[in-house]
């Protein structure tokens, strides 16, 4: 079953603008990942959030957490052709080991 | 360094045969899941493997469905017979232990059920 859900489901962008998604997941987590996945390809990890930060960045991407929602938002800055591709979040619960849950993914088009 | 191979990547197969799948994990990782991935849908996952011991398969449909990793390494996941639903594309990833965040993913092998 997936933990998260993305949204929007898909997004259509220019070169140069930025992209937001976000994450909605259903229970308490230890932490929040985000990976890219091109088309044809597999799942490439970008970014991990642990559950007590409210914000990180690694280059063009910001994440943000919010544990109180249950919510994380991925922005993509200066978008670029090469981002063309299919974001999920990826959520660990809490308690114990469990395993990774994905989401159900925003697939994401630049337009050159 | 190698990334996690699979194969073979593509494969086509009528209902009812049985069809099988290899992946070999980036060297010195210990822990190796599959994972299904339905059209526009995120991976779920099937199975995951602390060196040759099996520790979630839970979500592993066992009538129809197998995997091993006898030594710890590689691994073969294999569907008898298949179903016209097992259309998907099957990953593989690994990590270095169960402690590890990231995961790290083949490309895929893209199974059609004809």
């Known amino acids: 079953s997936q933990q998260g859900e993305e949204d929007p489901q898909a997004l259509s962008i220019q070169e140069g603008e930025n992209a937001t998604m976000n994450c909605s997941y259903k229970?308490?987590?230890?932490?929040l990942q985000w990976y890219r996945q091109n088309s044809g390809r597999g799942l490439v990890h970008l970014i991990l959030?642990?559950?007590?930060?409210r914000e990180k960045h690694s280059g063009r991407l910001r994440v943000t957490l919010d544990t109180s929602k249950k919510s994380s938002s991925l922005l993509i800055t200066a978008s670029r052709a090469a981002d063309t591709a299919s974001y999920f979040c990826?959520?660990?619960?809490?308690?114990?080991?469990?395993?990774?849950?994905f989401g159900t993914g925003t697939k994401l088009q630049v337009i050159p | 360094e190698a990334g996690v191979v699979q194969s073979p990547r593509y494969k086509i197969i009528e209902k009812k045969q049985p069809v099988a799948f290899w992946c070999n994990p980036i060297s010195g990782h210990n822990t190796l899941y599959w994972y299904l991935q339905n059209l526009g849908q995120g991976p779920e996952l099937l199975i995951r493997y602390e060196n040759e011991e099996a520790v979630d398969d839970s979500q592993l449909p066992k009538d129809r469905f197998s995997a091993e990793r006898l030594k710890g390494v590689d691994s073969t996941l294999k569907i008898q017979p298949a179903e016209l639903g097992d259309s998907a594309v099957y990953l593989c990833a690994s990590s270095r232990d169960r402690g590890s965040i990231e995961q790290f993913f083949g490309p895929g092998t893209r199974l059609t059920v004809l």
């Open positions: 959030i642990r559950s007590n930060e």
């Open positions: 990826a959520t660990r619960a809490s308690g114990g080991y469990q395993k990774v849950t």
């Open positions: 229970t308490s987590i230890n932490n």
